[in-house]
Structure formats: structure tokens, C-alpha cells
């Protein structure tokens, strides 16, 4: 128990260090673009994934992601009549 406390006082280094690290500047985000993606493209990814975005269907009334080899069977509850749950099956 004695090893996890002690006097030794080692804030005149820690002093130092800090000292040391005041000349540098840190950037925290998207700065460049990353292959052929451009810098706006790389921006948006990046506050997507912190805040989040609503997504919406583009050719039809649901929302699809395509995948091949795949079969969708749909359960239906008699609890909710206007709900369904689909449950996708690999091929």
C-alpha cells in the first residue's frame, strides 16, 4: 500500500512539459481529402458520424439497402395490424 502513495512531488517536470507542449497547435477534424473523395464529401462523412442525419428513400416509398442473395419474409403481428417485421434470410 505504501507503493501507491508517496511525497515525491513531480509537478516542477509536469511544469515543464506543459511548457514545452504550449508551442504546438492540435487540429482535430477533416482536413484533406482522402483518395478520390474531395474535401466537402470527407467534411459531411465526418458530421454525419458525430451528429447524426436522417435518411430518406430516393426511388420509392421505403427505404432499401441492396444486397444480393438474400430473401425477405414478412411477419405480421395480430397485436399491431399495420405493422410489419421482415426478416431477412441469406440465399
Known amino acids: 500500500m505504501d507503493d501507491l502513495f508517496s511525497d515525491d512531488n513531480?509537478?516542477?517536470?509536469?511544469?515543464?512539459?506543459?511548457?514545452?507542449?504550449?508551442h504546438y497547435?492540435?487540429?482535430?477534424?477533416?482536413m484533406k481529402p482522402v483518395g478520390n473523395?474531395?474535401?466537402?464529401f470527407m467534411?459531411?462523412?465526418a458530421t454525419v458520424n458525430e451528429f447524426g442525419a436522417?435518411?430518406?428513400?430516393?426511388n420509392g416509398p421505403y427505404l432499401i439497402?441492396?444486397?444480393?442473395?438474400?430473401?425477405?419474409?414478412s411477419l405480421s403481428t395480430s397485436k399491431y395490424?399495420?405493422?410489419?417485421?421482415y426478416v431477412?434470410?441469406?440465399?
Open 43 to 45: 467534411q459531411m462523412i
Open 10 to 22: 513531480r509537478f516542477p517536470e509536469i511544469k515543464e512539459e506543459f511548457r514545452k507542449l504550449n
Open 37 to 40: 473523395k474531395s474535401l466537402a
Open 65 to 73: 439497402v441492396p444486397m444480393r442473395m438474400v430473401h425477405f419474409t
Open 81 to 85: 395490424q399495420n405493422v410489419h417485421f
Open 25 to 30: 497547435m492540435v487540429e482535430v477534424g477533416v
Open 88 to 91: 431477412m434470410e441469406l440465399i
Open 54 to 58: 436522417e435518411i430518406y428513400p430516393k
